[in-house]
C-alpha cells in the first residue's frame, strides 16, 4: 500500500521560506522518480520539482532558482525547500512519483501554502 503524508505548510509572508515534507511509503526510490506538484484555486496541477532515481533535479521555470528538492533515502523522505516566496506560489502541494499519477493513481492529503502580499 502507497502511502504519501505531506507537512510543512503554512502561512507566510512574501520573500519568505518554507520547508515542505513528504513522507513515503511503499515506494522505493532506487526505482522511482518522485516529484512536487501544486495546485492553484481555478487551476490545473502543475509540476513543481522533479528528483530522479539517481538523483538528479530539475525545475519548473517559475520556481527556478528559488525551490529545491531532496530526500532521504534512508527516510524515505522527500523535501522541498521553498525561499523568496511569492504570492503566486499559493497553492496546496502535493508529493507523487510520476509513475504512479501517468496510471491516474491517488494522492495524498497535501499541503496548504499561502504566501501574503
Known amino acids: 500500500q502507497v502511502q504519501l503524508v505531506e507537512s510543512g505548510g503554512g502561512l507566510v509572508q512574501a520573500g519568505g521560506s518554507l520547508r515542505l515534507s513528504c513522507a513515503a511509503s511503499?515506494?522505493?526510490?532506487?526505482?522511482?522518480?518522485m516529484a512536487w506538484y501544486r495546485q492553484a484555486p481555478g487551476k490545473q496541477r502543475d509540476l513543481v520539482a522533479l528528483i530522479r532515481r539517481g538523483g538528479a533535479t530539475s525545475y519548473a521555470d517559475f520556481v527556478k532558482g528559488r525551490f529545491t528538492i531532496s530526500r532521504a533515502i534512508a527516510r524515505n523522505t522527500v523535501y522541498l525547500q521553498m525561499n523568496s516566496l511569492k504570492p503566486e506560489d499559493t497553492a496546496v502541494y502535493y508529493c507523487n512519483t510520476p509513475s504512479r499519477v501517468a496510471v491516474g493513481a491517488s494522492w495524498g492529503q497535501g499541503t496548504q501554502v499561502t504566501v501574503s502580499s
Open positions: 511503499g515506494l522505493a526510490f532506487s526505482i522511482n522518480d
